[in-house]
C-alpha cells in the first residue's frame, strides 16, 4: 500500500504464489506499461484492495484493463478468468496477441435451438457442409467434401435475400443486438445427416479423435453446521492440484487427502471451512443410488457429524479467485482436499464414480436424467484417458457402427487425448480477445499416434480433426515442435518428476513473427518433436495448452474439421472463423438458425474446410486414392504423394481455357493419349464418341452414374447393355449408385418444367459434378458426356453444366467439342443399328416420359412401352426420328401457350397445397 504502483516489481514465487519485491526504477516501470493509460491511472484516486499474502489484487473498475491484467480478474471485467498452469501473474497485453473484436462473429442464438437433450437415437443429427464459391475453388484434395455433399444434398438453392434471413434486426452498420453481425447473402449450403460423413469424406481421410473420458466431476456439499432443508452447494472439481499433475495418475491414487480445484458455486466459503459432502439433489437421477461413500444418509450426518465415523468431505484450503457466470450462479475457485468417510478406502476415480454426476453445462439448467450418464460421453471415450469436465461433443455423433464403415471405407482413425475444462464455456466478455486470457487444458499424446499424423502428412491424407480439442492438440504439437528447433527444448521431458511441456496464449503468433522465414514444415516439427521425447526415454508428449486460434492464423496440421455449432461470445467461434473466414463463418451460422438446427453440447454438427492447407496445391492424382498404401488401408500410395502434376495434365492445360487458380477448366483439342471419363446416358449415346475418340488415340473409360433413369427396369436395362458395350470393346467401366431418392428430393418444385428446363440443369449438374470428382479421385484430366451428342438435348446446357463441374476441381477439364454434327449423328445410328441396341423412346425421368407421351397422343402415337420397345434397326429411318425438324416440333409444342398455362396452374395449386410448416404464405 506504500506503493501501489509498483506492481511490474511482482514476481513469480513457486511456493506461494506472487510476493511483493522492492519496485522497479521509475523509468523501467514506466517502460514495461503504456504511458498514456498509466498517467490517467496516476490522476485517478483508485482503491487498490488484496490479500499481498497469496499475491491476488483485484483492481477497480476505474483502473483500464489495458495497463493491469490479472490471469484471474481482468481489470474491471467481474468475470472470472482461468489462469496459467503453474501461477497467476500480473501482465500487460501480450505483444503478440492477436488483436480481433469478438462481435464480427457473433451471432443471435434463440433459446428454442438450443439442444437440451439429445437425439432419440445416438448419430440422428444433421450434418451441415458449407460448398466453396465455383469461382473460388477449395484445396483440390479436398473437393471430394464438396462434390459429395451436394449430390446428397443436391445443388444448394441460391441463398435468400437478407430480409429472410433469422437475424436479429440490424442498424445502419449492419450490427446485430447483443453484438452480432447481419449475415450476408451468397453461401451455398448442403444441409445433410450425420450419418453421410461416410459418404463425404474421401476414403484417404484422417480423422483425428479426442478419447478422453468425461469425469463425473460435479458433487454436492454442505456445511457441517447447515440444518437439513438448507440446499446444498454444487462443487465443479476442475482438475487435480498443483497444476501440471497428470489426471490418470491422480484419479488412480487414493482420495483422501488429495488435492482438487474446484468451483464452488458459494461466495461465502473462505479457507479453512469444510464442507460434507452430500448425495445429489432427488431431482438428479444419476446420483440418486449414491451409496455409503457420499454419505447417503447426509441429512443427518451433514447436520451431525459423528467423530467415530466422520463424513466424507472437503476441505478448502485455499480461494483462489471469485467465479461469475452468466448462466450460473456466483461462486469461488478454490483449492480443496478429500478428507473422512471411505476416502482412505478407494481411489479418486471411484470416489467420483459413486458420489459424483455428469457435468452437464450450466446453460442446460435441468435436471439430469439417466441418459446423460451414457449420451453425454463419446462411445470411444478411454477409461484410461478420464479427465474432462466437459465432453469433446462433435465425437458425441459418432456410433460404433459409424467408425466401423469409416475403417472400411479407408478412413484412418487415432486418438489423442486434451482434457475440456470449464474455460470452455465461459464467454468472452472482452471486447477484443486479446484482452481475454485464454483457459489452458492438459493433453497427452503418445508418439505412436504422431508418426501416424507423420504418416499422412507424407502419403497427403487430409488430417480431419473431431472437434475444437483435437484441433488444439494438433496445433499446440506443432508449434511444441517448431519452438524446440527454432529456440531449443524448454522443458525436460521424460519420466517422473518432470515439468510436461507448456505453450502459451500466444506463443505460437510470436514464434510465427520472429521466424516467419524459417518456420519447419509440419513433418518437421513432429517429427522433431517425437526425437526429443524419445531421447529421454519418453512415450507421450504431455503438457498443458493455452494456444488462441483466431482470424489471421494459419493451421499447420487441419484441413478439415467435424465440430458443433458453438456458443456466441466464445473462443471457438473464432477459432471457426480463422479455419473458413469471417464472412463464411457469419452466413453458416445464419443459414443453420434459418434452417433450425440444433446447437451446442447435444446439438446438430458441420464440416469445415481448411481452403489454405497444407494439401491446397496437390494434385488431383492424389485425391481420395481408392488403392492401398503400404500397411493395406486406403490411400494414396507413396508414389502418388509427390503433389506433382502429370505431363497429360499439363498438355490439356495448354490445350484449353483457364480458370482464376491457373487450372484447365476446358479443351477443346488434346493430344493423344489423353485419359478421358467418358460419362454415358447409355450405350446408343456413346458408340460413335468412343469410336471418334479411340481413332484420336485417346484411352476412353465409362462412368455410368443416372439416378434420374425410371423405372427400375428401365434404368437396369440400359446399364446393363451399356456395360455389356463396355466389355466388348474392353473399355473400363465404372458403376456408380443409384440414388433416385436424392434426385427426386432435388426435383421438387420443378416437377412441371419443361424439357431443357430448370429441371434439365439440375439433373446435368448431379451427375457431372459426380464424374468431375471420380475424375479427380482417379486422375482424368478430362471428361465429358454422351448426352451431348443427342440433339434432343440442349448442347450449351449441357456444356455449361459441365464447365461448371470441372472448374470445381482444378486440374479437371471440360471438353468442349460439337457432337451433334450430321456426320455423328449418322455414325451413331449405325452403330446402334449394327449393336441392335435397345430403342429407347424417352430422356428417362418419370416426367420427360409423361411430357414424351402427351406429345405422341398429341401426334396419334401408341404411348411409350418402358423397358419394353424395340431395337435399332433402320440408321436410316432412326435418324429421321432425330432430325432437326422433328426436334424443333416436340420443344415448339412443350413450350406452346397451352403448356405454359398448364403449368402456371400446377405451380399456383403446388403453391396452395396445406403446409403446416410454413411460416409464410401459407393460406391455410
Known sequence: RGDPFSLRGLTRDEGRGTALTPPLPSQQRVSALDPSPLEAYLQRDVPLEGRMAVGRLWVGRMCSRTILQTSGFAAGAGTRRSGGPH?????????????????????????????????????????????????????????????????????????????????????DDGAMEGGGVAAEPGLRCSDLQFRDLERVLPSN???????SKVLHARLFVRSPTANASDGAVEAMFLNAYPAGTDMPTALAGAAADSRWVVMLRDPNVARGDTLVVVP??????????????????????????????????????????????????????????????TAAATSAADLFASCGTVPLPPYMARPLVEADAQRYQTVYAESTAEGSVAAPTAGLHFTPELLDRLASH?????????????????????????????????????????REVLRSLKLERPLIPVGTTSTRVLESLYWLGARSLLVGPREHVGSGEQPPFTLEQWEAYGLAAEHSDRLPTADEALEHLV??????????????????????????????????????????????????????????????????????????????????????????????????????????????????RGATDERVAAAGDRGEDGAAVAATELPPGTKVLLHSCCAPCSGAMIEQMRSEGHEVTILFYNPNIHPKEEYD???????????????????????????????????????????????????????????????????????????????????????????????????????????????????????????????????????????????????????????????ERDSEEESLEVVKGFFEHAQSPEQERARALRELYRERRKNARAAQGNNW
Not at 303 to 309: C, D, N, Q, V
Not at 432 to 449: L, S
Request: charged fraction near 20%.
Open 717 to 875: 436395362l440400359r446399364k446393363e447393355e451399356n456395360k455389356r458395350y463396355a466389355a466388348a470393346l474392353e473399355i473400363p467401366f465404372v458403376d456408380l449408385d443409384y440414388d433416385t431418392t436424392n434426385w427426386f428430393d432435388l426435383a421438387k418444385g420443378m416437377e412441371f418444367d419443361p424439357e431443357r428446363g430448370r429441371r434439365c440443369t439440375m439433373c446435368f449438374d448431379m451427375r457431372f459434378a459426380r464424374t468431375a470428382a471420380y475424375a479427380a479421385a482417379h486422375g482424368f484430366p478430362v471428361i465429358t458426356t454422351t448426352n451431348a451428342t443427342s440433339r434432343w438435348k440442349d448442347a450449351d446446357q449441357v456444356n455449361a453444366s459441365g464447365s461448371r463441374a470441372a472448374a470445381a476441381f482444378p486440374g479437371v477439364s471440360w471438353w468442349f467439342r460439337d457432337w451433334q454434327t450430321e456426320e455423328m449423328t449418322q455414325r451413331k445410328y449405325r452403330i446402334n443399328a449394327d449393336e441392335r441396341f435397345y430403342k429407347q423412346e424417352y430422356c428417362g425421368c418419370v416426367y420427360s416420359l409423361r411430357d414424351s407421351n402427351a406429345y405422341r397422343k398429341k401426334e396419334g402415337l401408341d404411348p411409350i412401352a418402358v423397358a419394353g420397345g424395340g431395337v435399332y434397326t433402320d440408321p
Open 280 to 341: 445429489s439433489p432427488p431431482h438428479n437421477a444419476t446420483s440418486a443410488d449414491a451409496t455409503t461413500t457420499c454419505n447417503s444418509t447426509a441429512a443427518a450426518d451433514a447436520a451431525h457429524p459423528t467423530p467415530s465415523e466422520p463424513s466424507l468431505a472437503v476441505v478448502v484450503e485455499e480461494v483462489v479467485s471469485r467465479w461469475e457466470e452468466e448462466d450460473g450462479g456466483d461462486g469461488v475457485e478454490a483449492v480443496v482436499r478429500f478428507h473422512g468417510g
Open 87 to 171: 501461477t497467476r501473474r500480473f501482465s500487460t497485453r501480450d505483444p503478440n496477441a492477436v488483436s480481433v473484436e469478438v462481435a464480427r462473429v457473433a451471432y443471435h442464438l434463440p433459446d428454442d435451438l438450443i439442444a437440451l437433450h439429445p437425439p432419440a437415437t445416438r448419430g440422428d443429427s444433421r450434418l451441415l457442409v458449407p460448398l466453396p464459391d465455383a469461382s473460388a475453388p477449395a484445396a483440390p484434395l479436398l473437393q471430394h467434401v464438396f462434390s459429395e455433399a451436394q449430390l446428397i444434398a443436391g445443388p444448394a438453392p441460391h441463398p435468400p435475400p437478407p430480409s429472410s434471413t433469422h437475424t436479429n434486426p440490424t442498424g
Open 531 to 644: 526425437e526429443v521425447v524419445e531421447a529421454e526415454g519418453g512415450r507421450e508428449v504431455r503438457g498443458s495448452t493455452a494456444i488462441c486460434i483466431a482470424p489471421g492464423y494459419r493451421f499447420k496440421l487441419c484441413d478439415a474439421l467435424v465440430t458443433n455449432f458453438h456458443q456466441p461470445h466464445s473462443t471457438l467461434m473464432l477459432l471457426v472463423a480463422a479455419l473458413v473466414g469471417e464472412k463464411v463463418t457469419r452466413d453458416l451460422y445464419a443459414h443453420a438458425v434459418r434452417e433450425h438446427y440444433r446447437f451446442l453440447s447435444y446439438g446438430d454438427a458441420c464440416l469445415l474446410v481448411n481452403r489454405q492447407g497444407h494439401l491446397a496445391t496437390a494434385s488431383p492424382d492424389n485425391l481420395s486414392t481408392i488403392g492401398k498404401d503400404q500397411d493395406g488401408q486406403g490411400g494414396a500410395t507413396e508414389a502418388g504423394a509427390t503433389g506433382k
Open 410 to 450: 479407408g478412413v484412418k482413425q487415432t486418438f489423442v487425448t486434451l482434457h475440456v475444462s470449464a474455460g470452455t464455456f465461459q464467454p468472452v466478455t472482452a471486447t477484443d480477445i486479446a484482452d481475454h486470457p485464454m483457459h489452458w487444458e492438459e493433453f497427452a499424446v503418445e508418439t505412436g499416434a504422431i
Open 205 to 211: 481421410a484422417h480423422l483425428i479423435f479426442n478419447h
